[in-house]
T-cell receptor, first 114, second 118 residues
Framework: AQSVTQLGSHVSVSEGALVLLRCNYS??????LFWYVQYPNQGLQLLLK??????LVKGINGFEAEFKKSETSFHLTKPSAHMSDAAEYFC????????????FGPGTSLSVIP | GAVVSQHPSWVICKSGTSVKIECRSL??????MFWYRQFPKQSLMLMAT?????????EQGVEKDKFLINHASLTLSTLTVTSAHPEDSSFYIC??????????????FGPGTRLTVT
């Protein structure tokens, strides 16, 4: 069965510091990969996605992620954290049996310290 | 573009009553809508997939008689929690896939509905 793991349920960084949120997946074939952000009491917003092609993908708000097949990873990074980046981040993968469902990881709560 | 709304944004109901949550795609038609449930500090769990004009497909462990889903039009899906109990209190989020979209993974999320059952 497919699964998504996110190392660290809570990450704290200083404002201006590098943001690194880790995501690993297990799947029999490479899935599509996504990062979503959720602000308190709101729905999800797509940050970026990988489907095919270039393994380094850039998203909104200065975030990017790199798909590493050999490591089955899709870590999210941002060079310099802003206070507004404080939110819950979910890594997700497409269900490879149908590709229409999305399986979410447990989430990582990001705090940005002034 | 690609805006999904949910109504109400929050609702409080008494145990034993039923509550309906609406999910609307405002600027596109959606052949498929998904309903998720999110407990505090937890991830989203897919409850069911609804396709316009047909019965919803429920995930394993989700009671179809308790969580009634109707997808009567290409812009509206409803989730009715019947005979709600405190353990049904949760954040319910819908998402919608555009009609004619070639990307199966493409879906847009609503803002969520906070349900509290007292």
């Amino acid at each position: 069965a497919q699964s998504v793991t996110q190392l660290g349920s809570h990450v704290s960084v200083s404002e201006g510091a590098l943001v690194l949120l880790r995501c690993n997946y297990s799947s029999s074939v490479p899935p599509y990969l996504f990062w979503y952000v959720q602000y308190p009491n709101q729905g999800l917003q797509l940050l970026l996605k990988y489907t095919t092609g270039a393994t380094l993908v850039k998203g909104i708000n200065g975030f990017e992620a790199e798909f590493k097949k050999s490591e089955t990873s899709f870590h999210l990074t941002k060079p310099s954290a802003h206070m507004s980046d404080a939110a819950e981040y979910f890594c997700a993968v497409s269900d490879v049996t149908s590709y229409d469902k999305v399986i979410f990881g447990p989430g990582t709560s990001l705090s940005v310290i002034p | 573009g690609a805006v999904v709304s949910q109504h109400p944004s929050w609702v409080i109901c008494k145990s034993g009553t039923s509550v309906k949550i609406e999910c609307r795609s405002l600027d596109f038609q959606a052949t498929t809508m998904f309903w998720y449930r999110q407990f505090p500090k937890q991830s989203l769990m897919l409850m069911a997939t609804s396709n316009e004009g047909s019965k919803a497909t429920y995930e394993q462990g989700v009671e179809k008689d308790k969580f009634l889903i109707n997808h009567a039009s290409l812009t509206l899906s409803t989730l009715t929690v019947t005979s709600a109990h405190p353990e049904d209190s949760s954040f319910y989020i819908c998402s919608a896939r555009p009609k004619g979209g070639v990307k199966l993974y493409e879906q847009y999320f609503g803002p969520g509905t906070r349900l509290t059952v007292t």
